[in-house]
């Protein structure tokens, strides 16, 4: 048994023969399965001896039972991982990927149709992503890799006029890739049709375990829905339904393999729905908690999304809300209020009518949704000061309000 966060390492077993001194060792198998408990998973690895004649021992076994089960996990979005001067408890992007690729290649896709960033192309991380248009499958059946100049051999990945990954699919696998490498209990997070998180305290937040500070109560919950279309697709395929059976969902998809009838666009907005839910490392919290927070934007004296509290109001209309804070620096939070299930897009614009940053996202059902812009634009890059417009389309429900951003 190994809890988090120690790290799952097998033993190695011995072997003697009477005519040779040292035999070898030799993986044949290795195999990991999902715990009846939350949380936990059993990994198995299987050996046998050779000695210098080949023969060979019998099977020799070795079971591991991890449980992992956290109160917060950590992420980054695409916009960190794109961002050259992000630093996350005072270390750099760039380290921070260095560290996710030391041990092997990231590879993204399935074989055939795949994607490999090692260690010597960690910085291209940077220079590609945040990744933007519409999610799509690798246009080539070839196994590419990210060379040092940052160029897919032996085929091209198609780029857009700013040298980003033109495939937001892409870049969200990618980004949970990363995640799940520095923040490891992720992977066994349990998936449902709707999360909900809230933020830490200020202060240092740890990598690969829970935050060091307490959840900061005062602090809006946040709530994360995937389609029940991807769940789905998760149980007929056979995969963990968890963070790493999304994982698995998303790499078919960008191999244009079999989906089960979850779209791409469905399975991106799942990725990125993990992503940003506990992006800079946010608590679980029960969806059904609320936060007496003063009057919020629509006029309600406490939000609770997804709760059957009655103190707790939930949407009957569409409604956009006024940005708070407004003025801001470096970062607002804007809430949407959906009153059904439905795919929503909030857009946000510089006064010359020019697209600035983008967010997607779907509903399950009623409720209220909390969008952070963090007042960079679509590549990382920090805004000017000034007045920047804010528009919603949510089915058919449109508005857009006004915003100032200040240095």
Same mark, same amino acid.
């Given at each position: 048994?190994?809890?988090?966060?120690?790290?799952?390492?097998?033993?190695?077993?011995?072997?003697?023969? $009477?005519?040779?001194?040292?035999?070898?060792?030799?993986?044949? *198998?290795?195999?990991? !399965?999902?715990?009846?408990?939350?949380?936990?998973?059993?990994?198995?690895?299987?050996?046998?001896?050779?000695?210098?004649?080949? %023969?060979?021992?019998?099977?020799?076994?070795?079971?591991?039972?991890?449980?992992?089960?956290?109160?917060?996990?950590? #992420?980054?979005?695409?916009?960190?991982?794109?961002? =050259?001067?992000?630093?996350? %408890?005072?270390?750099?992007?760039?380290?921070?990927?260095?560290?996710? !690729?030391? *041990? @092997?290649? +990231?590879?993204?896709?399935?074989?055939?149709?795949?994607?490999?960033?090692?260690?010597?192309?960690?910085?291209?991380?940077?220079?590609?992503?945040?990744?933007?248009?519409?999610?799509?499958?690798?246009?080539?059946?070839?196994?590419?890799?990210?060379?040092?100049?940052?160029?897919?051999?032996?085929?091209?990945?198609?780029?857009?006029?700013? &040298?980003?990954?033109?495939?937001?699919?892409?870049?969200?696998?990618?980004?949970?890739?990363?995640?799940?490498?520095?923040?490891?209990?992720?992977?066994?997070?349990?998936?449902?049709?709707?999360?909900?998180?809230?933020?830490?305290?200020?202060?240092?937040?740890? !990598? /690969?375990?829970?935050?060091?500070?307490?959840? %900061?109560?005062?602090?809006?919950?946040?709530?994360?829905?995937?389609?029940?279309?991807?769940?789905?697709?998760?149980?007929?395929?056979?995969?963990?339904?968890?963070?790493?059976?999304?994982?698995? +969902?998303?790499?078919?998809?960008?191999?244009?393999?079999?989906?089960?009838?979850? @779209?791409?666009?469905?399975?991106?907005?799942?990725? *990125?729905?993990?992503?940003?839910?506990?992006?800079?490392?946010?608590?679980?919290?029960?969806?059904?908690?609320?936060?007496? #927070? &003063?009057?919020?934007?629509?006029? $309600?004296?406490?939000?609770?999304? &997804?709760?059957?509290?009655?103190?707790?109001?939930?949407?009957?209309? /569409?409604?956009?809300?006024?940005?708070?804070?407004?003025?801001?620096?470096?970062?607002?939070?804007?809430?949407?209020?959906?009153?059904?299930?439905?795919?929503?897009?909030?857009?946000?614009?510089?006064?010359?009518?020019?697209?600035?940053?983008?967010?997607?996202?779907?509903?399950?059902?009623?409720?209220?949704? *909390?969008?952070?812009?963090?007042?960079?634009?679509?590549?990382?890059?920090?805004?000017?000061?000034?007045?920047? +417009?804010?528009?919603?389309?949510?089915? =058919?429900?449109?508005?857009?309000?006004?915003?100032?951003?200040?240095?």
């Amino acid at each position: 048994m190994v809890e988090c966060p120690d790290l799952l390492i097998f033993d190695r077993p011995t072997a003697t023969d $009477n005519c040779d001194p040292e035999p070898d060792l030799i993986v044949v *198998d290795q195999d990991s !399965l999902l715990g009846a408990e939350p949380w936990t998973f059993h990994t198995t690895r299987t050996w046998v001896a050779m000695d210098e004649c080949g %023969n060979t021992s019998t099977e020799c076994s070795q079971e591991i039972t991890y449980k992992c089960e956290v109160d917060a996990l950590c #992420t980054h979005t695409q916009g960190f991982y794109g961002n =050259r001067g992000g630093k996350f %408890n005072g270390v750099e992007t760039y380290e921070l990927i260095k560290a996710a !690729l030391s *041990d @092997s290649p +990231l590879i993204v896709g399935v074989s055939g149709r795949s994607l490999k960033i090692p260690y010597v192309s960690a910085h291209c991380v940077i220079v590609r992503l945040p990744a933007g248009t519409t999610p799509t499958v690798l246009p080539y059946t070839a196994d590419c890799k990210l060379r040092e100049d940052c160029l897919s051999h032996p085929k091209p990945i198609p780029m857009d006029n700013n &040298g980003k990954f033109e495939n937001v699919l892409l870049g969200q696998t990618i980004t949970l890739g990363l995640n799940m490498r520095l923040n490891p209990p992720l992977f066994l997070f349990p998936l449902s049709e709707t999360f909900c998180t809230q933020p830490a305290l200020p202060g240092q937040d740890g !990598l /690969f375990g829970t935050p060091d500070d307490r959840r %900061n109560l005062n602090a809006p919950i946040g709530t994360y829905h995937i389609a029940k279309e991807v769940l789905r697709a998760i149980d007929e395929l056979g995969l963990w339904p968890t963070v790493l059976g999304l994982w698995d +969902l998303a790499n078919r998809a960008l191999g244009g393999a079999y989906t089960a009838g979850a @779209s791409l666009s469905q399975i991106n907005n799942a990725v *990125d729905a993990i992503n940003r839910g506990f992006d800079g490392c946010r608590f679980i919290v029960e969806c059904n908690e609320h936060v007496a #927070t &003063g009057p919020d934007v629509f006029g $309600n004296s406490e939000i609770g999304p &997804g709760t059957s509290d009655p103190l707790v109001k939930l949407p009957t209309k /569409f409604e956009l809300g006024q940005n708070y804070p407004n003025p801001f620096n470096p970062s607002t939070r804007i809430t949407i209020a959906v009153p059904e299930p439905c795919a929503w897009t909030l857009a946000v614009y510089n006064v010359a009518g020019q697209l600035v940053r983008r967010f997607d996202g779907t509903t399950g059902g009623a409720a209220f949704v *909390d969008v952070t812009w963090d007042g960079r634009d679509m590549h990382g890059n920090p805004v000017a000061t000034g007045v920047y +417009l804010y528009r919603v389309n949510a089915g =058919r429900f449109a508005a857009t309000k006004k915003m100032i951003f200040l240095k």
